[in-house]
């Protein structure tokens, strides 16, 4: 399950402990809480933090994102929406860019201007590689890769996480 938790820490908390029998595992989307609310979710065993955009604007997001622990964490992108903007507190670790275009002017080699795409989703993973001083970006992609198996293909998780890490990868 993908739930939205905005401004409304105790009550999600609430509803999810009440029906917690009912899934398997899921992921508060888009996290843009504060500490105590990533404290609350971390003690759902079942329950991951996902990351984007949205959730590194502040130097505050960026210091509650340093308390969730990588295997609990998913990134994501929420395209079209939650791009990560010049005036993010997170900005300054993107390495990645790819060349844009206005809409009117769409381009198959080039994204849309102002519009978070997919591709996206690398520099969501630079800023938490960045903020958490992880110079193995391709590790902390495995690790966050896997987190997303365990999530949506826990049949498969041996099968998909073998095939498209790597047998040799230790995660």
């Avoid at 029906?19 to 065993?45: M, P």
């Amino acid at each position: 399950m993908f739930l939205h938790m905005r401004a409304a820490g105790k009550d999600f908390c609430d509803i999810i402990e009440q029906n917690r029998h009912r899934f398997i595992s899921g992921v508060a989307h888009s996290f843009t809480g504060c500490a105590e609310d990533r404290d609350q979710l971390l003690k759902f065993d079942n329950l991951f933090i996902g990351i984007n955009g949205c959730s590194l604007k502040t130097v505050e997001n960026l210091q509650v994102l340093a308390g969730i622990p990588l295997e609990r964490m998913m990134i994501e992108t929420d395209a079209p929406y939650c791009e990560i903007r010049s005036t993010h507190a997170g900005a300054h670790y993107i390495k990645s860019v790819w060349s844009s275009k206005k809409k009117e002017k769409y381009d198959p080699g080039c994204t849309v201007k102002n519009r978070n795409e997919p591709c996206f989703v690398r520099q969501v993973l630079e800023v938490v590689a960045g903020q958490r001083g992880i110079e193995d970006v391709g590790s902390l992609a495995k690790t966050l890769y896997a987190n997303t198996c365990r999530v949506f293909f826990p049949h498969d998780l041996d099968t998909m996480a073998g095939v498209v890490l790597g047998d040799d990868c230790n995660i």
